[in-house]
């Protein structure tokens, strides 16, 4: 039974909490595996269906469903606020981000996966060559807290393109827009309402996913979930994506232009409390800029007012646990010898609150938590360097590489620092824009994980690759046939000698 649908709460519940208040914010079914296998068994119907539909007719629905987000914007972003903690207007700008990647999935899917000639090749000339993308099936979503819309919605929006319906386990932590964003759907595309489903629960819910049969698991979440996924994925050669977590830094070159990068730093770091899988962690600056880049860093942190109410910069920690971990890291820094320009150790959180104070903190060693492990919280490393090629070594010597960013006066320079970054994005001169342009790819590489959503890599990581071959015409001699003369084998190898052998 879908998180969406009547009768669900017979089973065990769990309650959804507005982390700054405290207040309910919905009791959810804890769907179990028979509950789970039952959304994927309706999803498999509705997958036929949806993919007979085609390109031309997707596209229509999947435009219907953005026009519904759209239109009911504010209902969604208040959702968002009150159970993600998040301000209301970067509830909207997430959600603007999720309905840019629809559009642009609906819009480039027939494009992307469409049946095309290639070319057939010297030894297959006398052959039509075809390629196309088929959808898998029933794509598992396994979705985070963090950004509830946009990030599930990466997965979903592309793999629904594509042709697959979609099984969605939203967080534990924000089923109510799970649960909402499913229930858009139907609203919006009732023709083919089972193409997107929610089951709700607790991770085990999710392990059931893994475990139902599905074509492909795409996870969004920890690395240390990530690799349970796997594990449990790997008993029915489930493929998976992985989209895990990082520890992102940003390089500041002596030509920088230092105020911007301060804003854009201070932006990455401490939006959305810092929870934010491509959020700015660490920053490199060189030392022609190190001093001025800090003062402009602690002066516009200063000004930052967390909280819940009206104007409030971020909000609480959405999962009260997760102070504990930014505390730990901040008094690390200081222990390890770094130094806080401001924040420091974090002041006790509120009864409900789980509000915490921004950090800024200066020259923590490199073997210091809070510059190894992702902190996910308001808090920022600023560490001095003598150039920008340290500053690069640095930022690649981790074991994430999911995102990143460069500030560098130079066009040259900048692009080759980002380039030669050991992660899947960079932005110079910003942060965080690849995310907002639906063409780009997004993913990460090492314990960031692997697989891609949006864009072309995108669409495509929802499919499988299908090649066909047909025979235009006979050719005098076949070579793949036990009928061929002594005399072909030794012709081939003079032809191929001639074309190939040349090369030295
Ligand atoms: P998490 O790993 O705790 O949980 C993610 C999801 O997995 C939840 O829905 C949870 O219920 C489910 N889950 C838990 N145990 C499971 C199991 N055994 N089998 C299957 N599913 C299971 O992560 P989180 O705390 O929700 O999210 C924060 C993490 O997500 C951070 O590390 C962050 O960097 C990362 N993240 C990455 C991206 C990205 O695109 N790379 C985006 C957002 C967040």
């Known amino acids: 039974m879908s998180a969406n649908a009547p009768g669900a709460a017979e089973q065990d519940t769990f309650r959804s909490t507005d982390p700054a208040s405290g207040e309910l914010v919905g009791v959810f079914p804890v769907q179990d595996a028979a509950a789970v296998e039952a959304a994927v068994a309706r999803a498999r119907v509705a997958a036929e269906a949806w993919a007979a539909l085609g390109f031309g007719e997707r596209r229509l629905r999947l435009a219907a469903y953005r026009g519904y987000l759209a239109r009911r914007m504010n209902e969604l972003a208040d959702l968002v606020h009150r159970e993600n903690g998040k301000p209301h207007d970067d509830a909207v700008l997430e959600i603007t981000l999720a309905i840019d990647h629809l559009a642009w999935a609906g819009a480039h899917a027939a494009r992307t996966l469409r049946l095309r000639r ?79 489903q929610a089951v709700t629960g607790l991770g085990e819910t999710g392990a059931a996913l893994c475990r139902a049969g599905v074509d492909k698991v795409a996870f969004t979440g920890s690395a240390p979930t990530g690799r349970r996924v796997m594990a449990a994925c790997a008993q029915t050669l489930t493929p998976v994506l992985m989209e895990l977590g990082g520890k992102d830094a940003m390089i500041v070159d002596d030509d920088a232009d230092v105020a911007a990068a301060a804003n854009a730093a201070v932006w990455g770091a401490m939006s959305n409390a810092g929870q934010t899988c491509i959020g700015i962690e660490r920053v490199y600056a060189t030392s022609a800029v190190y001093d ?37 890291h901040t008094d690390d820094a200081l222990a390890d010898g770094g130094t806080a320009a401001l924040g420091g150790p974090v002041p006790g959180t509120q009864a409900h609150g789980n509000v915490i104070a921004p950090a800024v903190l200066l020259d923590v060693p490199e073997s210091s938590a809070a510059v190894r492990e992702e902190t996910f919280g308001p808090t920022i490393t600023i560490t001095r360097v003598a150039d920008a090629e340290e500053g690069l070594a640095r930022a690649n010597a981790t074991s994430y590489g999911l995102a990143g960013s460069v500030f560098a006066g130079s066009r040259s320079r900048g692009l080759s620092l980002a380039r030669r970054m050991r992660s899947g994005m960079t932005s110079v001169n910003s942060v965080l824009t690849f995310a907002s342009v639906p063409a780009l790819p997004f993913g990460g590489v090492g314990e960031s994980g692997f697989g891609r959503i949006h864009g072309a890599d995108g669409l495509k990581e929802f499919t499988r690759a299908k090649a066909v071959t047909r025979q235009r015409f006979p050719l005098p001699v076949d070579l793949m046939s036990f009928r061929r003369p002594a005399s072909a084998a030794p012709a081939l190898a003079r032809v191929i000698g001639v074309v190939h052998g040349r090369h030295r």
Request: glycine share 10%; aromatic share 10%.
């Open 292 to 328: 001025a880049f800090v003062r402009e860093v602690t002066e516009q942190v200063a000004g930052l007012r967390p909280g819940s109410g009206p104007g409030a910069a971020y909000g609480p920690m959405t999962m009260a646990s997760q102070t504990d971990v930014v505390r730990r």
């Open 118 to 196: 290639v070319a057939p090749g010297l030894l297959a000339a006398n052959h039509a060559a075809y390629l196309e993308y088929q959808p898998l099936g029933v794509v598992g979503v396994i979705g985070p807290w963090n950004y509830p819309v946009f990030t599930p919605m990466g997965s979903i929006a592309y793999a629904l393109a594509a042709g697959n319906a979609v099984v969605f386990k939203p967080s534990e932590h924000t089923p109510a827009v799970g649960a909402w964003l499913a229930r858009a759907w139907q609203a919006a595309v009732p023709d083919c309402p089972d193409a997107l």
